[in-house]
């Protein structure tokens, strides 16, 4: 199976709290992705980062973006 998508969808702007207003990551957490190899770890990342978006808030727009991002790439949208 094909490599997971970084949950990143271009927008990169740390403006809620050091949370990127497009996907909710921190700028560590976007650096930890890319060091993930094994798809299980990375599913997992994904998981926990839905959470952070719901508690957080705000963030509805990620997951049509992101499923659209995995579509492109060929890769089952995990979420």
């Avoid at 509805?60 to 579509?71: E, G």
């Amino acid at each position: 199976m094909n490599k997971l998508p970084s949950p990143c969808i271009g927008v990169c702007k740390f403006k809620r709290e050091g949370h990127c207003i497009g996907c909710s990551m921190t700028q560590d957490q976007k650096s930890l992705f890319k060091k993930l190899k094994r798809e299980k770890h990375q599913r997992a990342f994904i998981d926990m980062l839905v959470h952070q978006q719901g508690d957080l808030g705000k963030y509805s727009h990620w997951r049509k973006a992101y499923a659209r991002r995995c579509a492109k790439k060929g890769v089952g949208c995990p979420i």
